[in-house]
């Protein structure tokens, strides 16, 4: 069974341009998940997926940030106009109904 | 809210030995809680999960203790291995509806 893959797994862009990040989810699971880590701080959550239904959105910190699941298979997270505060590494999960996430290895966007 | 945290940034351990890492949240809602291993360019991946209806779970090597009354947690790895070496953390959850929320790991250095 493949995994949970993200694309990039590392982008390097200017202050005020766009980044958009793609994630698969494990084929069949509903749900899906993205969490951000910025350096040396603990993983927070951003949004929820179920399908192609943003179920929580609570966790993205601002307007500059717009997450979408067409079809309730991949999803992107788009970053525009990227701040320096952005910085970090973006992890995808995913999973079955009451089951544990499965993450992917994250891509690691580096905002100067 | 739900706050996770872990009582020490590092720990280092002789191979052989075991090791244990703790974690505290705040919660008492909190009904779900799971550990992570995340290894250097890799997301985190699952090691052990628990119910708050249960207070010990062994998997291969690994124990979780979860103490309701005080809401601390930890995970037990018995004889540590060098490829145990990574950042641990560990999330609770209302299984409800409520994300995950996770603490700022643990690095677990695993001295040959």
């Known amino acids: 069974e493949a995994g949970v893959t993200q694309f990039p797994s590392h982008s390097v862009i200017e202050k005020g341009q766009t980044v958009t990040l793609r994630c698969d989810p494990i084929s069949g699971h509903d749900n899906l998940y993205w969490y951000r880590r910025v350096m040396g701080k603990e993983i927070k959550f951003l949004l929820h997926f179920v399908k192609e239904s943003k179920q929580d959105e609570s966790g993205m910190p601002n307007n500059r940030f717009l997450a979408e699941r067409t079809g309730g298979t991949y999803s992107t997270l788009k970053v525009q106009p990227a701040e320096l505060e952005d910085s970090g590494v973006y992890f995808c999960?995913?999973?079955?109904?009451?089951?544990?996430?499965?993450f992917g290895n994250g891509t690691r966007l580096t905002v100067t | 809210g739900e706050s996770v945290g872990l009582h020490l940034p590092t720990l280092s351990v002789q191979e052989g030995d075991n090791s244990i890492i703790n974690c505290a949240y705040s919660?008492?809602?909190?009904?779900?809680f799971i550990w992570y291993k995340q290894e250097s360019g890799k997301g985190p991946q699952f090691i052990i999960d628990?119910?708050?209806?249960?207070d010990k779970r062994q998997g291969q090597r690994v124990t979780v203790l979860l103490n309701k009354t005080v809401k601390h947690l930890s995970l037990q790895i018995a004889a540590t291995q060098p490829g145990d070496s990574a950042v641990y953390f560990c999330a609770g959850a209302n299984s409800g509806n409520t994300p995950l929320v996770f603490g700022k790991g643990t690095r677990l250095s695993v001295i040959a």
């Open positions: 628990i119910r708050s209806n249960m």
């Open positions: 999960a995913s999973s079955q109904s009451h089951s544990p996430l499965h």
């Open positions: 919660n008492s809602a909190s009904d779900y």
